[in-house]
T-cell receptor, first 117, second 115 residues
Framework: EAGVTQFPSHSVIEKGQTVTLRCDPI?????LYWYRRVMGKEIKFLLH????????ESGMPNNRFLAERTGGTYSTLKVQPAELEDSGVYFC???????????????FGPGTRLTVL | AQTVTQSQPEMSVQEAETVTLSCTYD???????LFWYKQPPSRQMILVIR??????QNATENRFSVNFQKAAKSFSLKISDSQLGDAAMYFC????????????FGKGTRLSVIA
């Protein structure tokens, strides 16, 4: 079974440019999460999709970030325009949808390392 | 808000020895989950072990075990018989008991294994 995949693995862009990151979750996983790790800091939650709906986007830094999950399959995270502080590693994770209490393991992708110059 | 603290940025251990990684957390919830994730160099983050707070028994997975002290809000990871492949970044994480919630991570501990 294929794991969570992310594309690209690395991206180097100039300040003010646009970048789109893609995440393909494990097939059948309705939950999809985006996280970000800035160097030396904690991995921080950005947002959570359940199927195609945004369940929680409380971690999104500002309106320069736009996430979509059309059809409830893969997701994209667009940064427009990129700023220096957006540099970091962007992780995607997916898990099965659990009804009620309990939580299923989140499976992580390898991350996209974004560098904004 | 929940927070997770890993006070050891870096640790090292001799091959075949035992090492303990520390993690403390803060929450007002009585039931929750705790996790240790491992990220080897240039590879994906994988789950090492998880603990349900309502279970008193400490979780174990082969050479990996935890010391869960609920009152002290402490969740340390012990790696026994360390192997070269254990070298990685280790992240402690927390989540609420209610399903489908995001993880709250610590800053991570980089573990080196010396041959």
């Amino acid at each position: 079974e294929a794991g969570v995949t992310q594309f690209p693995s690395h991206s180097v862009i100039e300040k003010g440019q646009t970048v789109t990151l893609r995440c393909d979750p494990i097939s059948g996983h309705d939950n999809l999460y985006w996280y970000r790790r800035v160097m030396g800091k904690e991995i921080k939650f950005l947002l959570h999709f359940v199927k195609e709906s945004k369940q929680d986007e409380s971690g999104m830094p500002n309106n320069r970030f736009l996430a979509e999950r059309t059809g409830g399959t893969y997701s994209t995270l667009k940064v427009q325009p990129a700023e220096l502080e957006d540099s970091g590693v962007y992780f995607c994770a997916s898990s099965s949808l659990r009804q009620g209490l309990g939580t299923d393991t989140q499976y992580f992708g390898p991350g996209t390392r974004l560098t904004v110059l | 808000a929940q927070t997770v603290t890993q006070s050891q940025p870096e640790m090292s251990v001799q091959e075949a020895e035992t090492v303990t990684l520390s993690c403390t957390y803060d929450t007002s919830e009585s039931d929750y989950y705790l996790f240790w994730y491992k990220q080897p160099p240039s590879r994906q983050m994988i789950l090492v072990i998880r603990q349900e707070a309502y279970k008193q028994q400490n979780a174990t997975e082969n050479r990996f075990s935890v010391n869960f002290q609920k009152a002290a809000k402490s969740f340390s990871l012990k790696i026994s018989d360390s192997q070269l492949g254990d070298a990685a970044m280790y992240f402690c994480a927390y989540s609420l008991l209610s399903g489908n919630t995001p993880l709250v991570f610590g800053k991570g501990t980089r573990l080196s294994v010396i041959a």
